[in-house]
């Protein structure tokens, strides 16, 4: 029996999770640990039956314990709830879908507290990769992908030595807006960016996907995951979502992993790898599929993506502000506070005006997070 943690269980991910769960037999939930959606967590009690659960807000923690004072649940609300989740002594594996800076903290103490970790909280990584990987070392912990585009390359350097890797191929699927140019999304709206052609996914990540900033946070995160620099990782529109990505090595071979664009499959294989298991669903129809396109990303116009290289590549600190500002800036425009084209032009302000930071501490993320955020709203108050 593997017993499993989700921080974040009722997002995207973390709702695709307890499908995979349901389906697996020898899969138990332990914990769950969500926001404030107390009737969506209220509704996983029910059927999963955790031994603790953490809702973030206190208020809807304290209403939903009330609600569930029958059940055997202990009941936790804000940072310290959620990394009691992280750490629960009978988790084998947590899987960490919080969105956001949020999920540092808890996956740093999941480490410690010798977890496996299902990876989708790609903030993480992007802020911390320094402080993360050599805990993954020192603990010998699993750190397992559950994003499509790096679980795709962690399927396909299976067997294979990683100082052999040539380059890796980030796959994008362009979004909403590929082709169009910057005149064309100055009037852009929220559901318009919502609009995502191939992938259902949370509203953040959605956004992020339009802008390409989520790429971006891809190929930092890529870069912590497979040891790489940022000269062998090329991002490839592929608007048909059928390949996840690939790895080119330095013989010329290009391995690529291809599948329907459904998330579930690399949930799946972050809980029962090293093993595969039969999955329920659409499989890939290639006399159905008239053909595969590539296309260049266009960095001028998702100008997020060109950033995202350049926090990389300067690494310490901006990353974290890359990403806080892009945290802060979709927000905004999901409150209709901003306009589209606003997103990289804060981004981008924010990077300007930053003091790089070498090797910042956790504590010193955490902090240039906060400076962010603080910067922003007092240019764009409530």
């Not at 967590?41 to 939903?64: G, M, N």
């Not at 590539?294 to 590549?313: H, I, K, N, S, V």
């Amino acid at each position: 029996m593997k017993h499993i943690a989700i921080l974040g269980s009722t997002g995207s991910i973390g709702t695709q999770t307890l499908e995979v769960i349901r389906g697996n037999e020898d899969m138990k939930v332990v914990a769950l640990a969500a926001g404030s959606n107390i009737d969506l967590v209220e509704q996983q009690i029910q059927e999963f039956h955790p031994e603790l659960v953490c809702i973030y807000d206190e208020k809807k923690a304290r209403e939903l314990a009330i609600r569930v004072q029958s059940k055997d649940v202990s009941v936790l609300y804000g940072m310290e709830g959620l990394i009691a989740c992280a750490t629960v002594s009978s988790a084998d594996v947590v899987v960490a879908a919080v969105v956001g800076m949020i999920g540092i903290q808890p996956v740093v103490e999941a480490i410690r507290a010798g977890k496996d970790i299902a990876f989708a909280n790609k903030e993480t990584l992007v802020t911390a990769g320094h402080i993360i990987m050599p805990m993954i070392q020192k603990h010998r912990v699993l750190l397992m992908p559950v994003d499509s585009e790096h679980a795709a390359v962690f399927q396909c350097l299976n067997g294979e030595h990683h100082r052999e890797i040539s380059r890796i191929l980030l796959t994008a699927s362009g979004g909403p807006f590929r082709g169009k140019k910057k005149e064309d999304l100055k009037n852009i709206q929220v559901e318009d960016a919502l609009k995502h052609p191939n992938w259902s996914m949370g509203r953040k990540i959605t956004i992020d996907s339009s802008t390409m900033v989520n790429k971006g946070l891809e190929v930092i995160e890529a870069k912590w995951l497979f040891d790489v620099d940022f000269d062998q990782i090329d991002v490839v529109l592929q608007p048909q979502s059928v390949i996840h990505s690939m790895v080119e090595f330095v013989d010329g071979a290009v391995m690529a992993q291809l599948g329907t664009p459904d998330m579930k499959l690399p949930i799946q294989y972050a809980l029962t790898y090293p093993q595969r298991r039969n999955l329920p669903g659409e499989r890939l129809d290639f006399s159905k599929l008239a053909g595969i396109v590539f296309e260049q990303p266009d960095r001028e116009t998702f100008r997020g993506l060109e950033l995202a290289y350049q926090a990389g590549r300067e690494g310490g600190s901006m990353p974290t502000v890359f990403n806080a500002a892009n945290e802060k800036a979709v927000a905004l425009f999901l409150d209709r506070k901003i306009a589209y084209l606003d997103i990289p032009q804060i981004i981008e302000e924010c990077m300007e005006e930053h003091t790089n930071i070498a090797n910042p501490s956790l504590d010193e993320i955490l902090q240039v997070e906060a400076e962010v955020y603080q910067r922003i709203a007092g240019r764009y108050p409530a």
